[in-house]
């Protein structure tokens, strides 16, 4: 029946010590010509708006960045899952955009500004953001540290992973790797 919970949903409990059912909203959309997803603890049977958000969010974002590198020039969605249950099980909103995963997009710049065109939705929708935290491997850890070095402020804190400081050192040692591999493996 609709608006009836079943006797056995899970309940977690907030980084703030709210206890809550386990039920999770989920928002996509396009932001930027990227694909986004937005999860977060949600109560179907009240109202949120962005000047009176639900209590169980914490007001924390984390905000998945996406690894490799790519430039297919396509529109895909992230590869980045919002299922976190280590974040949302607290309270925390998880939050990815396509744009911002290194596989679809390796253009700096416009990762960053899709990261604050996502963060002014997420205000302008769901409420003040108390911080926002980066999280991801490899090219996502390129991604984050990008945007603390260029656009200092827009993540409060950062845990890259599979660490790089940057691109273009690792892709000049692809390159060189590639040209000895190639001399190695020659005929000669």
Request: aromatic share 8%.
């Amino acid at each position: 029946t609709v608006g009836t919970r079943p006797a056995d949903l899970a309940r977690t409990t907030t980084t703030t010590g709210l206890v809550v059912p386990y039920i999770v909203r989920i928002e996509r959309g396009t932001i930027n010509r990227g694909i986004y997803d937005i999860a977060v603890l949600f109560d179907p049977t009240k109202g949120w708006t962005a000047t009176a958000p639900q209590a169980q969010w914490n007001g924390k974002v984390l905000y998945s960045f996406g690894a490799s590198t790519g430039q297919p020039r396509l529109q895909f969605r992230s590869e980045q899952n919002w299922a976190d249950d280590a974040a949302l099980s607290r309270g925390f909103m998880v939050v990815d955009n396509s744009l911002t995963d290194s596989l679809y997009n390796s253009n700096r710049i416009l990762a960053n500004e899709t990261l604050m065109m996502m963060k002014e939705h997420i205000v302008d929708h769901y409420g003040e953001i108390r911080y926002t935290l980066g999280n991801g491997c490899s090219g996502g850890s390129i991604g984050q540290n990008t945007v603390a070095s260029t656009y200092p402020g827009l993540l409060d804190g950062i845990q890259p992973s599979c660490d790089f400081p940057d691109s273009i050192t690792t892709g000049i040692e692809v390159s060189d790797c590639m040209l000895l591999v190639n001399t190695y493996a020659g005929p000669e």
